[in-house]
């Protein structure tokens, strides 16, 4: 009985070790750096700019065209600012909702590799987005940015060798921030957008 059980164990254990080396065989990982730049839908609806720093896991479910054709699901951790300015009067000076997000994209995503070197790849999916720390320039008492959000990512980009170069757009489906003046009854709900141009690099199979 202990033989039969050590035997199985053996056998389950080299399987599992086979399924994981089978798997994480053409897993490629990405980090990027770039630009961001959002604005809200009303009050805060001029741009703000910020750094945008991320990394991305991806792992092909289906090959076609003799692996010209590459489709895959991709989960990432994103930085960035989300956000937007007020612009202010002869009186005032501007003011800002401005918050700090880690963002989850989780999507699938689309490769064409056409020459040897070069592909163009297309992503979409849902992403959560929590925020970290509120900008030093929100400085007025009528803000409040909501702690999680939940969008629409879409990415576009175009890679040689390793280096990619790419087109993100994310759209805010739930509020970002709820503004409360004074001179008003209730608040406002307020959406983010943000989009994206950065350089990435991919270490792994592609």
């Not at 897993?27 to 604005?39: E, F, M, Q, T």
Request: net charge positive; charged share 20%; with cysteine.
């Amino acid at each position: 009985m202990k033989k039969t059980i050590l035997i199985l164990t053996l056998v389950m254990a080299a399987t599992a070790s086979t399924m994981a080396q089978n798997f994480f065989s053409d897993v490629n990982y990405s980090i990027n750096a770039g630009l961001s730049i959002s604005d809200c839908n009303k009050v805060f609806n001029e741009v703000k700019l910020g750094p945008s720093l991320g990394a991305d896991v991806a792992k092909p479910f289906l090959y076609l065209g003799d692996g010209k054709h590459k489709f895959y699901g991709q989960v990432g951790v994103h930085f960035a600012k989300w956000g937007g300015n007020k612009p202010g009067t002869f009186m005032t000076g501007d003011e800002s909702a401005m918050a700090y997000h880690f963002t989850i994209p989780m999507c699938a995503g689309y490769q064409f590799k056409f020459g040897s070197k070069w592909s163009l790849y297309t992503e979409l999916g849902p992403f959560i987005s929590f925020k970290g720390k509120e900008g030093e320039f929100n400085e007025n008492n009528y803000v409040e940015c909501k702690s999680v959000m939940f969008g629409l990512a879409f990415n576009l980009g175009i890679r040689y060798k390793r280096f990619s170069i790419a087109y993100i757009n994310n759209l805010g489906i739930s509020d970002f921030a709820k503004y409360t003046p004074d001179w008003e009854p209730k608040p406002q709900s307020i959406k983010s957008k943000s989009v994206t141009f950065n350089l990435r690099y991919t270490f792994g199979s592609i």
